[in-house]
């Protein structure tokens, strides 16, 4: 047993890893690699993040002027339904657990592969074919929203034939994530070797089980909500359609059942990913280990008992709306409680300012303003006034994307290397945060602002004598130069995979298994059973000029190695 | 004649040390699975219950079901039994038990699938009256098809395992490393049985 093996040590080859084991098309299209399995659903992910983008350019573009600019009313309508269900469904719920953890958990956890590869593959074509259901319903056309709220999705006069294929695409995503979950919390629990105890896993890890916990328990019953409206519209039955004696809070309750783990869904692996991004580059210890992995859990179960937040305006009781403020508020508890162990990681820490980092940084404070406007509108009497306004999209925006997104490219940022074999060019990609950040607050924090004077959410148009076309034009800017950061993002990605220098195997100077194999990683991950330590005791490992990463250092003694093996000579 | 144990790595991509661990991971990820469609059954039945509790007027003109049900019900209960049979036999190592069992199982399910498919062919009558039926018999009449159509889905997919384990025990030499794959499947059996229990306690309320 060692901690690094001899090959881990040496300069990485290209010859024997995952990307060159089998070569053709086939080896891809049928591979059982969870690696090439992470890789092909981040390829997929990243195509649907461009087209769900580019929907985003056109809703913010028509808002450049009070009577719309590009499109008419049902144009916008579909525009932003389309970006919403894409940029949920496809994107960013897959984003980090499918594409990130794929890749990443079973070499951290070090196993061979997840428990199932089988249905691993299986769960990747279930994206594919609810994807093209998804896509498919733009042919006939969407404008509910992405929420698919009845009435508006029962109502066939509208001609809006894309509701059943896009329902049925978002069901068929939910059975891909849900097999996913299972096949995660099975990996977690039947694959750990020797010495990886519950907490000696990565936090990334604690943030993956705790999400697969909710895909597994929520997702289920927005299957069958949606089975029901594909149901209703098809036949009409009676159980969402107010017409025919349905009720269509009902569909409220049981979307939100699901939607709000969903959320969670989406932001609890990004702050597994920032948990590992802060104390990687602080090179410091995590602070408060046990109380950041058990507020994964309590902030996974919290998600199943807040749904009523989002239906204050309903009618439903009003002591059902103080119970889910109330509740509400407690998710604030377990969240703060990273956001005080990452501040404290990086106190003394020995900060790197690289571009993972930066993304860790920029989630911290995006994370903050997110979750504390979301305090606001837990506030019953607040959220009244403010509901269904531009205050409720910029809050979304700044948890879903300014957390949950920008978790994705921080791990994205952190473990190219390992994927690739590649170093991106740093300078590009701190170029790229700066410009990302910029133009982040200037899409949404005028939205704060549009939501608070009055500004009503999916609105086409606006009164010119309103005062919101200031905030619009800023806000349609900072969309463009968030644009122009993804493309920069994209250009040094690529010219890192066809020019970039080769990764050491530990680059930024991780101590979880996977910075202990080779980048790119080998086919069958590790050569032989690595031991287990400490993830986050950083002090043992030394710059190396030589291999332009990190090293075990040499007075230290390497469990199960000697000195002369562990620095590789 | 007792079977050889096995305890080459096993698995895809052979991510297990033994067979036993595979069949391990094999029962976690089924107890996951199970808890996963007791869900999605339990917002089914809960949606339409709720719909039902909201209406305090329920007509009483409404049909009965088919009688085929009942016999499906029972037949349901049968496959449950034999296959509670197979697996006792497995573990007493008797080929013969295991193969009869299954093939008796293998019966049933024909049996209950034939029956589903019987009373739906009944029920159909209903569906012509639709457009001209109250709110509250629409929900009850599609609440049959929706209930049974759900279930037979999950029928379906239990349907081909049980036709590998079938195959396995007539046409090949029954092996412990199938033990793991029939204990599944009878688990899986166990709880379509339960969940058709709930189903048909809600549709007798509709």
Redesign the interface.
Known sequence: MTTMNTRSLEQPTLEDNYLTYTRGIMSWVLT??HKRIGVMYLVSVLGAFLLGGVFALLVRTQLLVPDGLIMDQDQYNQAFTLHGGIMVFLVIIPSIPAALGNFVMPIMLG?????????NLMSYYLWVIGALCMVYAMVGGLDTGWTFYTPYSIDESSAMSGVIPAVTGAFILGFSS?FT???F??TI???RPDGMTWFRMPLFLWSIYATAVIQ??????L???L??LA?ERA?????FDPA????PV?YQH?FWFYSHPAVYIMVLPAMGIVSELIAVHSHRHIFGYSFIAWSSVAIAIFSFIVWGHHMFTSGQSQLMNVIFSFITFSVAIPSAVKVFNWLATMYKGAISWNTPMLYGMGFIVLFLIGGLTGLYLGTLAVDIHLHDTYFVVAHFHYTMMGSALIGFIGGLHHWWPKITGKMYNENAGRFAFVLFFIGYNMTFFTQFMLGSHGMPRRYGTYPADAGFQTYHIISTIGAYIMAIAFFTMAGYFLASVFGGRRAASNPWGGRSLEWQCTSPPPH?NFSEQPAVGDCYDFSVLRWDDATNGYVWREDIEHPGMTHSEASGE | MPHPPTTKAA??????ATEA?QV??GS??LL??L???A???G??VL??L??RL??TVWPEDLPHLPWQIWVSTGSLLAISLSFAGAVKAAKQQSDVGIRICLVWTGVLALIFTAMQVWAWVNWSDQVSQ?ETMT??H??AI?GFW?FTG?HVAHVIGGLVPLAMLGWYAVFRTWTNARHGLLRHTAIYWHFLDAVWIVLLLALIML
């Open positions: 059982l690699d196993a061979k592969d997840v428990a199932f590869p089988r249905l849900i979950g299972m096949n919390i099975v629990h039947r694959l597994v328990l929520a997702t289920p019953v299957g069958i909500t089975a029901l149901v036949f009409g039955i009676g159980i025919l004696g349905g009720d009902l049981f069958d | 698995g895809a991509r052979g991510v297990y661990a391990r991971a976690l990820g996951l699975l808890i996963s469609l869900m999605l059954f917002g089914l949606a339409v709720l719909i909201g209406n639709l709110d509250q629409r929900v599609a929706i759900l």
